[in-house]
């Protein structure tokens, strides 16, 4: 349907249907609040949101939008100051959730794909911004206004009115990397994983937690199966390796295996909650892999913890005595009291920031999900024992710079390839293995006396973000 008016009749029932929709709207909108698509101090009920001192027409203007590529169509909806705006909403997107939230306060709440609601925006008085609050949707673009035409100059709550306080986004959220890990964290193990047979089967179930990246500081995290960076996956050469993926999440989501050759289009598709998919691959050649979400803005899910190392060790490698493994990952908050804070879903969590992901302003740079602790919880070797540790720079826009403080490698393999081996002939030693976002590999040392060394970022705006883990070596 083109904008335009309805008749009376059709506004009558309109006007008795919005009546019995305000009268249940109080669950809904604490419902909704709950999900984060409404801001705090709004409210559906009482007076119709949107009216202010323009007169009401008793007009209607009802218009079609459809939602799909993180797109409203049309994106400008004109409607006569005074009238009654009904947003006829569907979800064309294929793949993905999105919603509508109006600066008032309206939410559509969430749509599944291909499924429609209408949604009652009220008495239009002035010109209202719009936008899909699921997270990284209106960074994309997903945006959408509503114009008053005939108004006046533009009155004084178009804007969120609540969230903002003053607080600058991209301000930095306070990390206390001295603390030990909150009581309900469990410290991850490092160790690599052992050898997993030439076929195997791995179910990822995509949750939406509040996870701990520092002390006690909370993320609204996406995962595969729990924590941010998922479980670290190993695979033999020549291996059959088949992922279940399960959508439990209440957004779509995805998996890009690095490791495979395959086509994308169905194997990497954007699954919607409640679905699943199979995904299967030959690993064929060896490294530490990265998988993620590849679903947009995949900066956002890959930063809120979809991402992890699938690794498939080299043939003809050296026996080595311990074998761990380091993903860094970072990761951007949206600060207390900020713009977009109120999109919150796990009280007492910080949502992903789409702005400071976009500025490159990181809160935390971590290994395997938490900024410290394997300074609270030490790696652990003997003096004398060959080391390999595995690096892989998760991102989703970061590389690293792995050093360990007190150590020289006498082995490096990156992206493929042994770049050093303790037998050449030049003698060479390394200091550092550079990764550029998405590259992986690994070093080897021995520590030669006891002590208690520190792998680092060498990059020390990194370091000093929480990219640290202590290797305690004893006699
Ligand atoms: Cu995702």
Redesign the pocket.
Known sequence: MRPGSMDRRALTSTLLALGSVLGVTALGAALDRAQGSLPDGTDRGGVLPGAGAVTPTGQTTTIEVSMADMRFRPDVLEVPAGNTLVIELANDDPHDVHDLVLASGVSSGRLQPGASTTVEAGVISHDLEGWCSIVGHRAMGMTLSVTATGAGPSAAGAEPSTGSGGIDELSRVPLDLQAAPGAGYQVRDARLPAASGSEQRVRFEVTDVAAEIAPGVLMDA?TYNGTVVGPVLRSELGSRLTVDLVNNSAMG??LDLHAGRIAPDEAMRTIPPGDSLEYAITTDYSGIWLYH?A?MPMSV?MAAG?AGALIVPPVGSAEVDREYVLVQSEHYLVPDGAPGSEAVIHEGAHPVSPAKIAAERPDATVFNGHANQYVHSPLQARVGERVRLWVLAAGPSRGISFHVVGGVFDTVFKEGEYLLRPEAETRGGAQALDLAAAQGGFVELVFDEPGTYTAVNHSFVDLERGARALIEVTA
Request: charged fraction near 0%; include cysteine.
């Open positions: 996406m989501h995805s979400c679903t899910h979809m």
